[in-house]
């Protein structure tokens, strides 16, 4: 399996790791949490094209499902109707 960072040279992961190290724990957080809301944005970008005509809660239950898988999903939300 292929490291994420195969395409990132030697320099500049070192870089990288320098300034991760230099940040805080408030500062390592505030960086995940905005790269998980961008995740989430693309992810619902994507459900979005895909259904076109769903409202924003709809989309939002397919994040779900798509995330947790169709299994939990239905224990979690058992009265959600869902097309496939």
Do not use: I
Request: hydrophobic share 35%; glycine share 8%.
């Amino acid at each position: 399996m292929r490291s994420t960072t195969d395409d990132t040279d030697r320099d500049t992961l070192g870089h990288m790791s320098q300034l991760y190290r230099g940040m805080t724990p408030a500062e390592k957080l505030g960086r995940v949490s905005a790269l998980t809301r961008a995740a989430e944005r693309m992810a619902l970008a994507g459900l979005r094209s895909r259904h076109p005509g769903e409202d924003d809660d709809r989309l939002r239950l397919r994040l779900a499902r798509q995330r947790l898988g169709a299994q939990v999903f239905d224990l979690c939300f058992p009265h959600a109707f869902l097309s496939r």
